[in-house]
C-alpha cells in the first residue's frame, strides 16, 4: 500500500480526517509517509529480524509479535522493525510503554531523529514538505498514541499494518 493510503488510513485511526495538514490527518501522513520508507527501503525488515527478539530474550520478556519475523517482509507490517530501531537507539521503555496497556511515555524529536536513518528521515520529510527537525517533531507527537491504537492487546499484530489500522476503526 503506498504511503498517502496508509497515511489516510493512520490519520483515520488517530481521529483525523482523511487529508489535510493540521491535527491528526497531518500526523497520519507523516506517520504513513515514515512506515512507508521504513518498508519500501527494508530497513525495517532487517531491524525486526534481529535485535529485538534477542533484546527481549535477554531480558526474560516476550518479543512483541511480528518483531523476529521480518516486519517488513510477509505481512506488510513495518511497526515491529519501527519499534526496533526505537529500542536499539535507547527508547526501549518508551516503546513498551505505547505498547503496553499504562500510560505513554512521550518521546522527544531529537531522540526520534537520533533512532532513524538519516536517510529515512530525509525521505519522509520530503514526501510531507517539511524540514527533517519537524518531521522528528511531527513522528515524536504522533507515534505514542498510534502504536498504543495499533497494540490495543499488548502486541504488534502480525498480519498487514493496513488490516490492522481497519481492525482498529470498526
Do not use: C, F, H, Y
Not at 535477554?58 to 523476529?68: E, I, T, V, Y
Not at 513522528?139 to 498487514?160: F, M, R, Y
Amino acid at each position: 500500500m503506498a504511503g498517502n493510503d496508509l497515511g489516510s488510513l493512520l490519520g483515520g485511526l488517530l481521529g483525523g480526517g482523511q487529508s489535510g495538514q493540521g491535527g491528526s490527518g497531518g500526523a497520519g501522513k507523516i506517520l504513513g509517509a515514515l512506515l512507508g520508507a521504513l518498508s519500501s527501503g527494508g530497513q525495517a525488515g532487517q531491524a525486526g529480524q534481529t535485535g529485538q527478539a534477542g533484546q527481549a530474550a535477554q531480558a526474560g520478556q516476550a518479543a512483541p509479535s511480528g518483531a523476529a519475523g521480518g516486519a517488513a517482509g510477509g505481512g506488510g507490517n513495518p511497526l515491529g522493525g519501527l519499534l526496533d530501531l526505537l529500542q536499539k537507539s535507547g527508547l526501549a521503555d518508551q516503546a513498551r510503554s505505547w505498547i503496553g496497556t499504562g500510560n505513554n511515555q512521550p518521546v522527544s524529536g531529537a531522540q526520534v531523529k537520533d533512532a532513524l536513518p538519516d536517510d529515512t528521515l530525509r525521505k519522509v520529510a520530503d514526501e510531507t514538505g517539511v524540514s527533517t527537525d519537524q518531521a522528528a517533531d511531527r513522528i515524536a507527537e504522533s507515534l505514542p498514541q498510534a502504536v498504543d491504537k495499533l497494540t490495543p492487546e499488548g502486541q504488534v499484530p502480525s498480519g498487514s499494518l493496513e488490516d490492522a489500522i481497519r481492525t482498529q476503526r470498526l
